[in-house]
């Protein structure tokens, strides 16, 4: 009589093992280099784009939207002159 147990099937040392499966939903970074500008305000904005590297996709949408939000701001402001209290964007 033999104890040793059997192997099952396909999981010997030469058996072929497939490949393991993809998530495509998982987060992964994108190893995107982010340079600074030396403007502390945009580059706040810019280094927060790596918020997305750790979220899903789904997620990256509000990570897009606030940078968008806060460097639209920080372009308003320079084109604000100082002293004024008129809008940049408003007619007269």
């Not at 040793?4 to 093992?17: H, K, L, M, Y």
């Not at 987060?27 to 280094?47: N, Q, S, W």
């Amino acid at each position: 009589m033999n104890d040793a147990v059997p192997e099952a099937e396909g999981t010997g040392p030469d058996a072929v093992q497939p490949p393991p499966e993809d998530d495509p939903a998982a987060p992964a970074p994108l190893g995107v280099p982010r340079t600074p500008t030396g403007h502390p305000e945009v580059d706040a904005r810019v280094e927060r784009l790596a918020d997305a590297d750790h979220l899903t996709t789904d997620g990256h949408v509000e990570v897009y939207e606030d940078v968008h939000r806060g460097l639209r701001d920080a372009l308003t402001a320079l084109d604000a002159r100082p002293g004024s209290t008129r809008h940049p964007t408003t007619t007269p």
